[in-house]
């Protein structure tokens, strides 16, 4: 089959061929009709993982996929061949993702994806819209208050943002000044400028009584507790990257939450897509350029997210 191939660290990557894969027991075999591309394949491209995730050469990464049933594993339940699915790999190591024609995924990670749902619409959601959903579930804040999402521009950042505002919290959206209006279509109702000053202080300004809680989608553990400052008592600031983050702020009256994607709950992420609730914009890029795909997520500078079409 075809797949984008990383034969060592460091190397960028290109199509070629490797074995089609059988599903094992638990396993979905899936015909890949789109990738999503997320930083965490970047990051594994790069080997900045290889210390806690066993890797396996050659790499193909890729977590995020939509496409068609064509073998069902061992004890797998609920899921039958032809089903138009979407999910997250699942597999404990990296390497053999969805950058492929085919991926064995583990089914508890997928779902039907419902007809009102285009395909590369799904394959953006797993990991992304996961991942922002476990951090709006952590920041426990209730109807009316108002949190504040670094990053929001981003794949993560938007689906926080539409979360949040679904659930009655007012959002601050730090982002770039070009991203203003697009954070603001997504339901933000505030709109800070981190370039252009001091974003604490502008945070102090629009909430003076504190924030509920922060959703820092950027910073790492150094960057993110200078902003336990603007929140308030019992708040809570939620990162998936600043490694720490909850030992940095003990003892402190601001809690520190570390996070990962929920993509066990893709149903409830299907649910919420079919509504219209959940959805950022994507762009479709062909499997022959997933190196530049990686390399534009690494950047950090992705509004909404990078889809890779194999159909």
């Known amino acids: 089959m075809r797949a984008f191939i990383v034969p060592e660290f460091g190397d960028p990557g290109s199509v070629g061929e490797r074995p089609k894969p059988e599903p094992a027991e638990g396993q979905i075999l899936v015909r890949v009709k789109a990738a999503g591309v997320n930083t965490m394949d970047a990051v594994i491209r790069a080997g900045y993982a290889k210390d806690w995730i066993e890797h396996r050469f050659p790499l193909t990464p890729g977590s995020d996929y939509a496409g068609t049933v064509e073998a069902v594993g061992p004890g797998v339940e609920g899921i039958e061949v032809g089903d138009e699915v979407f999910g997250a790999n699942g597999k404990p190591y990296a390497g053999e993702g969805s950058f492929a024609e085919f991926i064995a995924a583990v089914a508890e990670r997928s779902t039907k994806r419902p007809a009102s749902?285009?395909?590369?619409?799904?394959?953006?959601?797993?990991?992304?819209?996961?991942?922002?959903?476990?951090?709006?579930?952590?920041?426990?804040?209730?109807?009316?208050?108002?949190?504040?999402?670094?990053?929001?521009?981003?794949?993560?950042?938007?689906?926080?943002?539409?979360l949040a505002v679904h659930r009655g919290l007012k959002v601050i959206a730090v982002t770039k000044a070009e991203h203003a209006d697009y954070v603001r279509g997504l339901g933000a109702g505030e709109v800070i400028d981190y370039t252009t000053a001091d974003p604490l202080e502008q945070l102090r300004s629009k909430a003076p009584n504190g924030l509920a809680g922060i959703v820092d989608l950027f910073h790492d553990v150094q960057g993110a507790t200078p902003y336990a400052s603007v929140v308030r008592p019992g708040g809570r600031i939620v990162s998936p990257l600043a490694m720490g983050l909850e030992q940095a702020l003990a003892g402190s009256p601001v809690s520190g939450v570390m996070i990962q994607a929920a993509t066990t709950r893709v149903g409830e992420l299907a649910d919420l897509a079919a509504t219209g609730t959940l959805g950022v914009p994507f762009e479709t890029l062909p499997l022959d350029e997933a190196a530049t795909a990686l390399d534009r997520q690494a950047s950090h500078q992705v509004r909404g997210k990078l889809?890779?079409?194999l159909d």
Not at 136 to 150: M, S
């Open 307 to 309: 889809v890779l079409a």
């Open 117 to 162: 749902v285009p395909v590369e619409k799904a394959a953006s959601l797993p990991t992304a819209a996961g991942t922002a959903l476990a951090a709006i579930d952590a920041l426990g804040a209730t109807n009316g208050d108002t949190i504040a999402i670094i990053g929001a521009a981003g794949g993560v950042g938007g689906f926080a943002t539409q």
